[in-house]
């Protein structure tokens, strides 16, 4: 073995050997990410529903344990140069990264904080991430810049506004209910007080908001025609026809007069579409390019409002998922009609699942109509002692609004 003289210069391999077991390459070795996302979504992944009485116990806490911390100054921002930082980066960001991280419990307390961004670093970053609703990457990437920059006052005041919010509704609830909440972008559906199935959700963009109101759910439709709301016929349909003339035909939709006669796309002038024309029927056929998916879910509300599968899938993997013209996309639906269809007893998953792919129009009435609540909930707690906060997406913590027509 070659043993280097005293005084002679260290090669370049052997350097480079060394600083890898000491810097950034042993701690990217020695880090368990995936446990470390597991560990964060253990925290919020409980069985308590962000809406009940339980939760009003909780937002208390919550309360109790923000007052005196905001008092005290909060939380201070963490500077631009921390943007991008990742495991086994070393700035002096990292630092104040690693103080913002402690301050809001994300990460615990240290007697030294190194400027390297090290194991217990990424498992702050991702528990942060979980807590505020964020793809969780271990990265400070944009939107976890953001959140980490909203002022302690401002979450101390979500949580007074959402505490008047719960305890609004909370005497309304029934022993079985499904809560949209809108902010979030999720769905729960509970069961004796406990959360039996969580989904994703794609909801309401700014200008055509999901509405906040409760009623009950009443039907399912399988394999659904999607008839075009006059509104998107005017706003959408039109752009979309005037890019493409084969749009319609792409996606299956046929025009109908009032008297059921098929109308051929290319008799309407698209860039000067008359009001008439607007009232025609636009239906979409079941398939796999059904704008509605396999399924609608039906409750009864003034505002043409509904739940339904989608053939966008991908959308559910984003960190703001507000895109929909108000009604509100369910990833998981077919878990969710299993779960509505319980009263009918001649209904399970495999028999959802087999109608789904049959592509069988089919509408089902609900013997159990369950309610339905789509709310606006952008801060909560469970009995852990774990903070959630969403953003103000619809602006109604800026207007400090807490009660909602139903």
């Known amino acids: 073995m070659a043993v280097l003289s005293a005084g002679a210069a260290m090669p370049a391999w052997a350097q480079d050997s060394v600083f890898d077991m000491l810097g950034p390459g042993r701690v990217l070795r020695e880090t368990d990410r995936e446990g470390n996302t597991a560990a964060a979504a253990a925290l919020i992944a409980t069985n308590e529903p962000i809406l009940s009485f339980d939760t009003l116990h909780n937002l208390q806490l919550a309360i109790a344990q923000y007052e005196p911390f905001v008092a005290a100054g909060g939380w201070e921002e963490i500077p631009q140069q921390a943007y991008q930082l990742i495991l086994g980066n070393s700035s002096p960001a990292v630092v104040q990264l690693k103080r913002r991280l402690i301050s809001s419990g994300d990460m615990a307390l240290v007697d030294y904080a190194s400027d390297v961004f090290d194991a217990d670093t990424d498992r702050g970053v991702r528990t942060f991430q979980a807590r505020h609703g964020l793809v969780v990457t271990g990265q400070i990437d944009e939107p976890t810049w953001y959140a980490m920059n909203v002022p302690a006052s401002t979450r ?43 989904h994703t959700a794609v909801v309401g963009r700014v200008e055509r908001a999901t509405p906040i109101m409760a009623s009950n759910i009443s039907q399912i439709n399988f394999n659904p025609y999607w008839h075009v709301p006059k509104s998107l016929v005017r706003q959408d349909l039109t752009k979309y026809m005037l890019e493409n003339p084969n749009y319609l035909t792409e996606q299956n939709i046929f025009i109908y007069d009032g008297s059921g006669n098929k109308i051929d796309p290319t008799t309407i002038d698209w860039a000067n579409i008359t009001d008439a024309q607007v009232n025609y029927m636009y239906r979409q056929e079941p398939g796999s390019a059904n704008s509605m998916g396999h399924c609608k879910i039906n409750f009864y509300n003034p505002y043409d409002c509904y739940l339904h599968d989608t053939p966008s899938k991908a959308l559910f993997n984003e960190n703001a998922r507000f895109h929909s013209s108000g009604c509100v996309r369910v990833e998981g639906v077919n878990q969710l009609v299993n779960w509505l269809l319980r009263d009918n007893g001649d209904w399970d998953q495999t028999k959802v699942d087999s109608t789904f792919a049959s592509l069988q129009r089919l509408d089902v009435e609900c013997k159990g109509r369950v309610p339905i609540h789509t709310t606006y909930i952008t801060a909560w707690a469970n009995r852990q002692g774990t903070v959630s906060f969403r953003d103000d997406v619809y602006k109604f913590d800026e207007q400090g609004k807490v009660t909602f027509e139903a």
């Open 156 to 198: 101390l005041q979500q949580l007074y506004l959402n505490y008047t919010r719960v305890q609004n509704m909370a005497a309304k609830l029934n022993d079985r209910y499904v809560v949209v909440n809108i902010p979030a972008a999720t769905i729960e559906a509970v069961s004796g007080g406990m959360v039996e199935q969580r």
